[in-house]
């Protein structure tokens, strides 16, 4: 276990005071404080202070709404459900064991039911106009047809080269499959707009903002909880899905067979309609990681290091590749809602 370093003992004395608390002992998880008090164990977290309002907001929201798989939040003695301590926000929990006793692979199983639950209890329909709805659909369009020009651009370029550098031969070898990704967001995306044109509100849920297991908690009757609300907003569904699918697919190459059944979960629970399903892949299949990486060594002429960003170039790849997976598991899969 690792001592606490930023805050002392005394610093956490000082905050666990507005809960009527006194801290016997003070270890550290990461960014959780845990500490141990003649009342119980709790959790200690720290939170900026301009998140802090709408964290409580959208916990409350949920709460009112019969979600209660969440870790709660104490207020402090004074009925405030944060402390201020020197420039920081921080806010007490009580301290979950977390004790895993099932397979791998059930606590994602488990996390991804109760996200399906989450969503379901907090989905509302928010107005958005035709024309907004039109104005991104076209900026957007606009600069993935751009992006589109600029890879073939560069393709020219490269094989303009009498002598090829790495970079350029591994990007040469990756762009038609690099650009039938880019093709198919964009088919996507035309299918949402088509679907949706006419629409003048869209579904939102209350979204988690960063799901993780190291987010999703067990109590000691091995019921799981969500923790770590810190970004949680509003908006479409899927966006508690996109950023949990990044991160899980950025490996090397794999079938991530469990991912596609952990997502298939959830729709069986919260289904996506038509024009949402369409956004979704569109947004997770559009090859944003490789573009990006080559407008940096495009940009960067002069001061490349070459086996870097060679490395970095087969690093997206492979993540393109698992997603185009994944994509094509689910797109054949996924049922629409009613």
């Known amino acids: 276990m690792k001592r606490v370093t930023d805050l002392s003992q005394q610093d956490i004395n000082r905050i666990v005071k507005h809960y009527g608390l006194n801290a016997e002992y003070v270890g550290r998880y990461g960014k959780v404080y845990k500490i141990y008090t003649g009342q119980g164990i709790f959790a200690l977290k720290k939170i900026a202070p301009q998140n802090g309002m709408g964290f409580i907001r959208h916990v409350q929201s949920l ?119 880019l093709k198919f967001s964009i088919r996507q995306l035309e299918n949402w707009y088509e679907q949706s044109k006419e629409m003048e509100k869209a579904r939102t849920v209350t979204i988690h903002g960063k799901i993780s ?23 479409a569904p899927f966006y508690d899905l996109l950023p949990f699918l990044s991160r899980t697919l950025d490996s090397y190459p794999s079938r991530f067979d469990d991912c596609v059944d952990w997502v298939k979960t959830y729709f069986s629970y919260f289904p996506l309609k038509e024009d949402e399903k369409s956004l979704f892949f569109s947004y997770l299949a559009y090859p944003a990681p490789i573009i990006q990486t080559v407008e940096e060594y495009f940009a960067n002429e002069g001061k490349r290091h070459e086996a870097r960003a060679v490395a970095k170039l087969q690093e997206k790849y492979w993540r393109m590749k698992n997603t185009e997976y994944v994509v094509m598991q689910l797109s054949q899969g996924a049922a629409p809602a009613s």
């Open 213 to 235: 297991t190291e987010h999703f908690l067990y109590d000691e009757r091995g019921l799981g909880y969500f923790t770590n609300f810190e970004l949680a907003k509003n908006a």
């Open 63 to 181: 709460y009112q709404r019969g979600y209660n798989r969440i870790v709660p939040v104490y207020p402090a003695l004074d009925g405030r459900y944060g402390v201020l301590y020197n420039g920081a926000l921080y806010y007490l929990m009580p301290w979950l064991p977390n004790e895993e006793k099932e397979a791998r692979g059930e606590k994602h199983q488990k996390m991804f039911r109760e996200l399906a639950r989450l969503h379901s209890l907090s989905v509302k329909d928010t107005e958005i106009s035709i024309e907004k709805r039109r104005e991104y659909y076209e900026e957007t369009l606009s600069r993935w047809y751009g992006q589109q020009d600029f890879l073939e651009e560069f393709l020219e370029r490269c094989e303009e080269q009498v002598y090829m550098s790495p970079f350029a031969l591994l990007y040469c070898t990756f762009y038609n499959e690099t650009n039938q990704a």
